[in-house]
Structures are given as C-alpha cells and as structure tokens.
C-alpha cells in the first residue's frame, strides 16, 4: 500500500504543484464567495415597474414594461421613440434609445432598459435594451386553443 | 461482473442512439413553431435538457465523492472524477447553447444581471478549478481525500443556481415550468421529455465509457509495475 510513486520525468515539479494547488483553492474560495453574493445580494441599480418610476426621477434606473407604440431609428441621432405601459397599471413612458436593437423587439414586447427619467422622458442609456420573452410557449399552428 | 459493465454501456449506447436522433426529429419536425420566438425557441429542447444533465452530472460527481469519504474505496473517487468530467463536459455545452439563444431572443449574447447564468457560470469554474486542485497533488489518499472535498463543498451551488431564477427577482430569464404546470402546449412538453431522457443516456453513457478506460488504465499500469517486479 505504499503510495509515493517514483517521479516519472514527465512529472511537474513540486514547487510548481504547489502553486496550482493554492491558486485551485484561492479560485474556489473567490468563485464561492462570489457565487453567494450574485444569488442573494440585491442589484446595485433599482428595478422599477413603469408606474414607479416617477418616484427616482434624476436617478439611473433599470425600468420595466410593455412597448406599446415605437417610431424613429436607434441608429439615428433622434433616437428609436417608444412607449412603455406598466404591465398592471395604465401610466405610460415615452423613451428615447439610441444602440443596438434585439431581434425580437416589436410593439407589444416586454422589454428591461436602463436609463433615467427627466421632465417626464425616459432617457435610455445607449445599448441597454434587452427584450423579454414571454413564460410560456404556443404552438403558432394552433393559436385558437390559447388563453391569452 | 463483466455482464453488468456491458450493460451499463450498451443500454445507454443504444438509447442515446435512438433518443438523441428522435429529439432532433420530433423539436424540428413534429412540435410547431412557438408563436413568439419562432424557429429560435427550438434551441429550448436541447440548451435546457443539456443543463439540467450537467447538473445530474455534478450532482452524481458530488454524490460519489460523499460515498468516498465513507467507503475509502478508490472506485468511488474514479466515479466521483468522471461525473465531474462528465459534468463539466455538458456544461460546455450550456455556455454554448445559452448565449445562442440569449442573442435570438433577448438581443444579448450574456446578461449580467441574470442571476441565474452568473451562478451558473460560477459552479461550471468551480468545477473546472476541481482539475486544477486534483492534478497539483500526487496520486494516493490526500489527493483523492481532498477532491472529494472540494467536490462535495461544491454541491452547494447546484441548488442555489436552479433556485436563483426562482428566489430571487429575475428580469428575463423565462420560467415555463412552474408550480401550476408546463406553459406549453403538450407537444412541446413530450419533446422536451425525450430530449430529457436522450441527454441522460448520453451522460451515463459517457460515465460508462471513461470508467472503463480509467479502469483499463489503472489496469495496464498495474500490470506493468507486476512485469517490472515492483508489485505483486
């Protein structure tokens, strides 16, 4: 049962072991650490529903909702103008974007931008668009049978 | 013995071949289109099937190395090691396939504020620090004592990450699968079953094949040390 095996050439040496193993260990020691932190710490920026958002007015906030109407060009300087509707409530918010839009974005979609609100206009932060796709899945074939 | 190592690889052969082809089939040609997401929300019937497999692959790992740390039979270290293998294999696959589908259906190839990718992401590095640690110490009792270990601190992760997207607020990570059912229709539902079971197999599978050669490895060596007369 004698286990010290006799160093082969191919072998890394021991001082070299010795760092890996302590890196192994500082990375998972970080890793769990981190872990932990991105699970239950709350976000640095505030999640709003568009009828909350007139409460952080000034502020940078990460807003919610449902795009109801949208005009212009999020590559054109006056930017891509839409309207947000609260997903319960009926407040709305006009936008203005400029950056990358996802594929999926359309009028109806529920969208999560970042941006901050001023004199009543949400002023997006440029490529901070991001579309939400719906919990649930339906068969395009047979829409009939939905339950909106 | 010998009969049921056999089996353990031909069942599972013979299943990944059936099931893995028919997933293919059934998510491109039998279930319809999603009416939001179109042809992009096909990726659904393999990115989630194959995370929720590397999960059973590290939980296996993780599962092996607590029997280690019981028995003090090395055959469960090996097993503990190939699930993890196994594991971080199809959690390749995950980092792959997700960001696919991220960039169809929220525009974004990763979302940092997703909590559920981050500690995903986080068990996929934890577990690839585990190679790291395993292979800096020499072979015997505290190298395997020792990954057990870390393998079994580790474990802790894996609910965290499914729990995350439930827990806690999540902004656009989907959840289809709730207290009240599937929301989708029963096609979908089947589908994703028999990409379930097809990305199981293939993980037994895989289990089954590196045991054996491990165990062949270990094998020859000892065989070798017979023929230089160090062993007996």
Redesign the interface.
Known sequence: MS???TATPEQPKQGF?????V???V??SL??T???Y???AD?S?P?LMVAQAQAYEGQTV?L?GKVTQSTGDAADPNGLRFTVKDYKGSETLPVIYNG??????KVGRDI?IDGTLKNGVFTAVPDT???????????????SD?KS | MRTNRHLTTTIPLVLSIVLVPLTIGMAFWW????????LS?KI?YFHVPIALTSYAAFGYGAFCAAMYLWKRTEVWDLRSYVGIHSGTIFGTLVLITGPIWAK?????WW?W?D?QL??FL??F??YC??F??R???????RRRSASAV?AL??IG?IP??LL?VR???T??H???F?SSGA???G??VLTFLVGMAAMLSLMVLLISVELRGKRAAARVLQLQRIARGEDA
């Open positions: 286990e010290t095996p072991r010795h760092v890996r193993l890196v192994a260990l990375v998972a890793l769990g981190f872990a932990v991105t699970a239950f976000s920026i999640v990460r919610e990358a839009v996802p594929d999926a974005y999560v668009l991001v579309t939400k796709c719906p919990s649930k899945y339906t068969d395009k074939a047979t829409t939905t | 279930t319809g289109e999603d009416i939001d997401q179109g929300q659904f169809a259906s929220w525009g974004v979302n504020s909590r981050n500690v986080i068990l590095l934890y620090a585990y790291m640690l292979f800096s110490l020499d072979e015997g009792e870390f601190l580790g992760l965290m990450s995350a827990v806690a607020q902004l656009i989907p959840t289809v709730t929301a989708m229709p096609t979908f």
